[in-house]
């Protein structure tokens, strides 16, 4: 299943990512160190990590998988 990660910290278009990721039923995570009120669409989710340079990217890639280009 597709899951598309949001840095929340560093996005200025997650609203508009929520309607591309509503549009097509996707899940969508946001993912931030603080800040952000969570969204009321069940597609969306929050987690929120520890302040500190790139923690967001770091844990989204953890959990990325191979893309349609590896």
């Given amino acids: 299943m597709t899951t ?5 910290d560093a996005c200025p278009v997650k609203s508009e990512a929520e309607r591309v990721a509503t549009r097509l039923r996707v899940p969508m995570v946001l993912v ?5 009120r969570p ?6 989710s929050l987690v929120i990590v520890s302040e500190g340079m790139d923690v967001a990217d770091m844990w ?3 959990r ?4 349609m280009w590896s």
Avoid at 39 to 44: A, E, G, I, K, R
Avoid at 64 to 67: A, D, L, Q, T, V
Wanted: glycine share 18%; hydrophobic share 35%; net charge negative.
């Fill in 4 to 8: 598309l990660y949001i840095d929340a």
């Fill in 39 to 44: 969204s009321q669409n069940p597609l969306v």
């Fill in 60 to 62: 989204i890639a953890d």
């Fill in 32 to 36: 931030c160190n603080g800040g952000i």
């Fill in 64 to 67: 990325s998988g191979p893309g």
